[in-house]
């Protein structure tokens, strides 16, 4: 039957018994090696989904991809409640000359901006942040409306990435993100431009460390497993890892990258908004 | 040495028919004169066959079925004149504006670009049709039976060197354009063609009719070769339309945006040339109020119509009509005409179209096309001062940026300059709360201890501050404020999250949220 299939077949379907894996799909860093040594980067031609709640780190992450892809490429940020912050993601590198930033006032200004950026196509990395909308409004947006989202970026070397409060996207992403603030550091000790003559005592933010997990993750899930052979060790991985945030604009240059990979943590801390 | 001869026929029909090409095909009219009693002083073959005739009054000329009657409008056939001289320009330098409807080329050495003169006529001709003009090409070895035989004969008319006067013979000798007293000596001697002209001995034409039946003898035997006077090539891209009834709604204007634009399009890629600014003036129809007023102020008013201005600076030249048709619907849909609109005016100014080379291992980037109109759609979405990309300001103010028009980078600067300010480690990222979000704040012990807004309250659990800073007190718009870093948490729920920064703005004596690190 194989023999008679394959010779039917010959000519044009190369090998029509062997599983083809999926070509791996390409990835952007974030600018976050522990996230990028988590989730491998952000997806091209796929929807990448990070939510959390207010202070989780998503801005943070933001920041980093944006100075990651604005150094070679053209991003675009469309911001729900006008929340972007150029100050702050200047100093994280993000060169904003690259950057096109739309200042909407609600979702539907939002997803319409978007709708427009996505056709017209040529962007590294689009990025829908509705962080600060309503969770009620956002909950009534459509599934179809992502569906269409997933399908506009779909065969393009675009990333899109969506920030907000809560899973929307579901199965239109190709990767979902929960971030978590994890602690928040406030010091006085470490800081090397201390200028105790402006301040009174106390303690001064210095930065906070936030944990991130894999929800979903296409790429990852589709590989191949079969239940007669032992899972390989490059079959298990980590789902979750710890990110550091530095608050501290002077001292950067001496600021090392705290970032190691943490074990599975059973608790899962309640969102205290 | 060769000269070519572009004749316009029906100069001021043609002017007409350029911008409405559907009209071609109907029985069209076209009238002049003081109001009311326009009178017919053209009219195509359609309108021939029915019967119109010069001199017609505009309402008896009403009175043939189907007949289209449009108003000579001077603006038209300066364009349409402006249009004559790009075709020419587009050929030769060398160009002299003869007249309105009629323009010499200097034809020396363009053989080796175009081929034989034929081709040339050939060329030429085209190039006028897609311009919306129908025109007679004749080409000689001098100017001046060129530009006869132009006018005399639909062509093209090719001339080989020495036979000039062979073509001139059987044509009218009123085609010279002689004056009304020496045509009437030819009519007395019964000189009825340019052959029995020619044929006349010089020396007793000079006695009976002086030296200017002398030039008109040269001209008819194929000798009145003369130098062109050489008009400079302008950059003046200018359209305009008047109609006679005003219109109302953006659909059936953008029509006829689109007409004008077609034309700039087509005359500007004729010289080689694109789009960099279009201005677009629209006059529009006094309002309908003021109608039942009658006093001398709306009567001076109607005589300076309101207009509405519209310019569109593009970030590189462009040549597509439809784009730069979509880009003005899109400006006229945020700022509509608060009237009808009588009369449009566009002018175009030119620049050398760019063009660019993507590299096969260089990021891609927008379309500068598409760019331009996507920026143009979501600015009719968000605002134009919402969207573009941030310039921050040299200022301790917090929040001081500007918009700018976002541009996509050339391919030669794909990478971005290695900024002093690349982070090595992830810095924390800070959101606005814009405009600042009012909140009321409990102190204890110099300390802020509980903070509500949004309807909320909250506990500080660490709290960093104040941070005073101030700046601009020279000026009006100064600031002066003290800022709080605030750990907050929900009371009686832990742990708490949140980090704010809030402000207590020392001129307004208000506490406010600025935003929270995220």
Not at chain 2, 480 to 508: K, N, T
Request: negative net charge; charged residues 20%.
């Amino acid at each position: 039957m194989r023999l008679h299939i394959e010779s039917a077949l010959a000519g044009r379907v190369a090998s029509p018994f062997r599983l083809r894996e999926a070509a791996p799909p390409l990835v952007v860093p974030t600018g976050i090696a522990a996230l990028d040594e988590l989730v491998g980067g952000l997806p091209r031609g796929g929807l990448t989904e990070i939510y959390g709640p207010p202070c989780s780190g998503k801005t943070s992450i933001l920041h980093s991809a944006l100075a990651s892809r604005t150094r070679s490429e053209v991003c675009a940020l469309v911001d729900a409640q006008d929340a972007f912050d150029p100050g702050s993601s200047q100093a994280s590198g993000v060169y904003l000359p690259r950057l096109l930033w739309a200042r909407c006032h609600g979702l539907e200004q939002a997803f319409r901006c978007l709708d427009l950026l996505l056709h017209g196509g040529g962007f590294g990395l689009v990025v829908l942040d509705i962080s600060d909308a309503p969770v009620r409004l956002v909950r009534q947006v459509p599934l179809n409306v992502w569906f269409r989202l997933r399908r506009a970026v779909e065969e393009t070397p675009t990333v899109l990435l969506v920030l907000s409060r809560e899973s929307n996207a579901k199965t239109c992403a190709s990767l979902v993100l929960r971030l978590e603030q994890e602690a928040v550091q406030w010091s006085l000790k470490t800081r090397k431009a201390m200028r105790p003559a402006l301040h009174t005592p106390g303690c001064l933010l210095d930065g906070s460390a936030h944990s991130a997990e894999i929800v979903r993750s296409v790429p990852r899930y589709k590989k191949p497993r079969f239940i007669d052979q032992p899972a390989t060790v490059a079959d298990s991985f980590e789902a979750k890892a710890c990110f550091q945030t530095n608050a501290d604009p002077y001292d950067m240059q001496e600021a090392l990258p705290h970032l190691t990979l943490l074990p599975q943590q059973e608790e899962r801390i309640e969102d205290p908004g | 040495m060769a000269f070519g001869a572009i004749f316009v026929p029906h100069f001021s029909l043609q002017a007409v028919e350029r911008l409405e090409s559907g009209i071609r095909n109907r029985p069209l009219v076209l009238v002049d004169g003081p109001a009311p009693t326009f009178r017919v002083i053209a009219f195509n073959h359609l309108a021939n066959q029915l019967g119109v005739t010069s001199g017609l009054t505009k309402a008896a000329a009403a009175e043939f079925q189907g007949v289209e009657i449009r108003q000579r409008r001077k603006e038209q056939e300066v364009a349409a004149h402006a249009a004559l001289l790009d075709a020419a320009w587009s050929f030769s330098p060398l160009v002299e504006d003869t007249a309105t409807d009629t323009v010499l080329l200097d034809l020396a050495g363009l053989t080796t670009l175009f081929g034989s003169h034929e081709n040339i006529a050939r060329q030429i001709k085209s190039r006028c049709s897609a311009l919306g003009l129908d025109v007679h090409v004749a080409i000689s070895a001098n100017a001046e039976t060129a530009r006869v035989l132009a006018r005399a004969l639909p062509g093209p008319t090719i001339v080989p060197d020495g036979q000039e006067a062979d073509p001139l013979k059987t044509l009218p000798v009123a085609l010279l354009s002689p004056g009304e007293e020496l045509a009437e000596v030819f009519r007395q001697w019964g000189v009825t063609t340019c052959g029995s002209l020619a044929a006349l001995p010089v020396l007793s034409l000079s006695e009976c009719v002086g030296q200017e039946g002398v030039r008109l003898h040269a001209l008819a035997s194929g000798n009145g070769n003369r130098p062109l006077v050489i008009a400079e090539p302008t950059h003046l891209f200018e359209e305009s339309l008047e109609l006679d009834d005003a219109v109302e709604e953006l659909e059936p204007l953008s029509f006829l945006l689109g007409r004008l634009l077609d034309q700039l399009c087509l005359r500007l890629s004729t010289r080689a040339l694109a789009v960099r600014t279009i201005q677009l003036q629209l006059e529009l129809e006094p309002r309908f109020e003021n109608a039942f007023d009658s006093s001398r102020e709306f009567l001076r008013a109607r005589q300076l119509p309101e207009t509405l201005h519209c310019s569109l600076v593009l970030p590189r030249p462009v040549r597509d009509a439809k784009l730069l048709l979509k880009l003005l619907r899109l400006r006229l849909q945020a700022n509509p005409p608060k009237a009808p609109v009588q009369k449009l005016h566009m002018r175009a100014e030119p620049d050398r179209p760019v063009a660019f080379e993507g590299g096969l291992f260089l990021p891609a980037v927008p379309d500068p096309d598409k760019l331009e109109l996507t920026l143009a759609r979501i600015s009719s979405v968000v605002g134009e001062s919402n969207v573009g990309s941030p310039e921050l300001l040299d200022s301790y103010r917090p929040d001081a940026f500007r918009m700018q028009k976002f541009s996509a980078p050339s391919p030669e600067s794909s990478s971005a300059p290695s900024m002093p300010g690349e982070a090595e480690v992830s810095k924390m990222g800070f959101r606005f709360v814009r405009p600042p979000m009012p909140a009321n704040v409990t102190f204890q012990g110099g300390r802020p201890v509980r903070i509500s807004f949004q309807g909320k309250s909250w506990n500080v659990v660490q709290a960093s501050g104040p941070w005073r800073a101030s700046g601009e007190w020279w000026e009006e718009n100064g600031w002066q404020e003290d800022a709080w870093d605030l750990e907050l948490g929900f009371p009686g729920r832990a742990p708490a999250r949140a980090v704010y920064c809030i402000v207590f703005d020392s001129r307004q004596k208000k506490w406010f949220v600025r935003g929270s690190y995220d």
